[in-house]
T-cell receptor, first 112, second 118 residues
């Protein structure tokens, strides 16, 4: 079945450092890909998404490009802030009914 | 984006009792709601999909008699963990989608419920 693999955390960075969180997927067909963020004590929020190959999703300085040839959707940000500290989930959707398959989540800790 | 409210955020119950978790879409009509469970250091696993007015569809391995799901209105779905045991302790989270516009193409999540069975 469909699955998502993302790097284990925690990822610990200093403020203004470059961030990459790796995500790869296994799926039949052409899934949509998502990054969700969960801040402490809150629910998951959609950070960005891409619905077809070579699409780039972006939001709040974060970017991810749908790479079908490498089945990847790595999350990047050029300069992280303390307020970016959260858990980031990579996910795919392959049914058209918002039924999501999640990775394990990666905790990001940014220190001043 | 649309708002989904999940209640309670934390609950502790005694083994053998039942616990109800509510998931409400506050500003849109959710034709479909999903219930997920998250084990420590693992991904969110889909438990079931519920459509308003019909029986929930459970994922393989999920006991439907233990995890009762009701989606009686377009704004409310409930998950009842019956005869809870310590192994049911987990983080449960709902999501909702439906209606028109962005609510039809995106799933919106509640803040989750931490269940501890003692």
């Amino acid at each position: 079945g469909d699955s998502v693999t993302q790097m284990e955390g925690p990822v610990t960075l200093s403020e203004e450092a470059f961030l990459t969180i790796n995500c790869t997927y296994t799926a039949t067909g052409y899934p949509s890909l998502f990054w969700y963020v969960q801040y402490p004590g809150e629910g998951l929020q959609l950070l960005l998404k891409a619905t077809k190959a070579d699409d780039k999703g972006s939001n709040k300085g974060f970017e991810a490009t749908y790479r079908k040839e490498t089945t990847s959707f790595h999350l990047e940000k050029g300069s992280v802030q303390v307020s970016d500290s959260a858990v980031y989930f990579c996910a795919l959707e392959n049914t058209g009914f918002q039924k999501l398959v999640f990775g394990t989540g990666t905790r990001l800790l940014v220190s001043p | 984006g649309a708002v989904v409210s999940q209640h309670p955020s934390r609950v502790i119950c005694k083994s053998g009792t039942s616990v109800k978790i509510e998931c409400r879409s506050l500003d849109f009509q959710a034709t479909t709601m999903f219930w997920y469970r998250q084990f420590p250091k693992q991904s969110l696993m889909l438990m079931a999909t519920s459509n308003e007015g019909s029986k929930a569809t459970y994922e393989q391995g999920v006991e439907k008699d233990k995890f009762l799901i009701n989606h009686a209105s377009l704004t409310l779905s409930t998950l009842t963990v019956t005869s809870a045991h310590p192994e049911d302790s987990s983080f449960y989270i709902c999501s909702a989608s439906g209606g028109a516009g962005e609510t039809n193409t995106e799933a919106f999540f509640g803040q989750g419920t931490r269940l501890t069975v003692v």
